[in-house]
Protein backbone atom coordinates (compact mmCIF):
# COMPACT_ATOMS: atom_id res chain seq x y z
CA UNK A 1 0.00 0.00 0.00
CA UNK A 2 2.83 1.87 0.88
CA UNK A 3 4.26 1.86 -2.97
CA UNK A 4 0.76 2.37 -4.24
CA UNK A 5 0.47 5.83 -2.40
CA UNK A 6 4.06 6.93 -3.20
CA UNK A 7 3.24 6.42 -6.94
CA UNK A 8 -0.56 8.77 -6.61
CA UNK A 9 1.33 11.18 -4.82
CA UNK A 10 4.05 11.48 -6.94
CA UNK A 11 1.54 11.74 -10.15
CA UNK A 12 -0.60 14.82 -7.69
CA UNK A 13 2.79 16.32 -7.44
CA UNK A 14 3.71 16.50 -11.44
CA UNK A 15 0.53 18.06 -11.56
CA UNK A 16 0.88 20.39 -8.63
CA UNK A 17 4.42 21.40 -10.36
CA UNK A 18 2.70 22.07 -13.71
CA UNK A 19 0.46 24.82 -12.33
CA UNK A 20 3.91 26.17 -11.59
CA UNK A 21 4.54 25.91 -15.11
CA UNK A 22 1.22 28.06 -15.41
CA UNK A 23 1.75 30.32 -13.22
CA UNK A 24 5.50 31.08 -14.67
CA UNK A 25 3.84 31.39 -18.15
CA UNK A 26 0.95 33.78 -17.15
CA UNK A 27 3.01 36.23 -14.67
CA UNK A 28 4.05 39.47 -16.08
CA UNK A 29 6.94 40.15 -13.32
CA UNK A 30 9.12 37.88 -11.46
CA UNK A 31 8.34 40.00 -8.39
CA UNK A 32 4.52 38.10 -8.54
CA UNK A 33 6.56 34.42 -8.20
CA UNK A 34 7.07 34.72 -4.31
CA UNK A 35 3.75 35.65 -2.47
CA UNK A 36 4.02 35.22 1.07
CA UNK A 37 0.76 35.89 1.95
CA UNK A 38 -0.26 33.02 -0.36
CA UNK A 39 2.29 30.69 1.19
CA UNK A 40 0.73 31.37 4.56
CA UNK A 41 -2.27 30.41 3.26
CA UNK A 42 -1.82 27.17 1.44
CA UNK A 43 0.16 26.13 4.46
CA UNK A 44 -2.58 26.99 7.08
CA UNK A 45 -5.38 25.18 4.46
CA UNK A 46 -2.96 21.73 4.57
CA UNK A 47 -3.12 22.14 8.53
CA UNK A 48 -6.70 22.09 8.42
CA UNK A 49 -6.81 19.20 5.97
CA UNK A 50 -4.42 17.33 8.22
CA UNK A 51 -6.42 18.11 11.02
CA UNK A 52 -9.71 16.33 9.28
CA UNK A 53 -8.19 13.74 7.90
CA UNK A 54 -6.47 12.14 10.48
CA UNK A 55 -2.89 13.07 10.26
CA UNK A 56 -0.16 15.30 12.25
CA UNK A 57 -0.77 18.91 10.95
CA UNK A 58 2.67 19.77 11.97
CA UNK A 59 4.04 17.21 9.72
CA UNK A 60 1.99 18.61 6.88
CA UNK A 61 3.32 21.98 7.83
CA UNK A 62 6.98 20.91 7.50
CA UNK A 63 6.06 19.04 4.95
CA UNK A 64 4.22 21.61 2.78
CA UNK A 65 6.92 24.28 3.64
CA UNK A 66 9.08 22.37 1.91
CA UNK A 67 6.75 21.67 -1.03
CA UNK A 68 6.09 25.60 -1.26
CA UNK A 69 9.39 26.51 -1.61
CA UNK A 70 10.64 24.00 -3.98
CA UNK A 71 7.52 25.07 -6.05
CA UNK A 72 8.86 28.46 -5.66
CA UNK A 73 12.19 27.39 -6.64
CA UNK A 74 11.01 25.94 -9.92
CA UNK A 75 8.49 28.75 -10.75
CA UNK A 76 11.72 31.04 -10.62
CA UNK A 77 13.42 28.77 -12.45
CA UNK A 78 10.86 28.42 -15.69
CA UNK A 79 10.03 32.43 -15.24
CA UNK A 80 13.53 33.39 -15.83
CA UNK A 81 13.70 30.37 -18.95
CA UNK A 82 10.61 32.24 -20.57
CA UNK A 83 12.21 35.66 -20.01
CA UNK A 84 15.37 34.60 -21.57
CA UNK A 85 13.57 33.06 -24.45
CA UNK A 86 12.35 35.78 -25.37
CA UNK A 87 15.21 37.75 -25.19
Known amino acids: GVDETDRALSRLLAR ?3 FMDAAARIKADR ?3 RDEARKAAVVANIRAHA ?3 GWPPAVAERLWEALVE ?4 YEFERFDLKVSAAD
Open 51 to 53: ATD
Open 16 to 18: RFA
Open 31 to 33: GEV
Open 70 to 73: ASIA
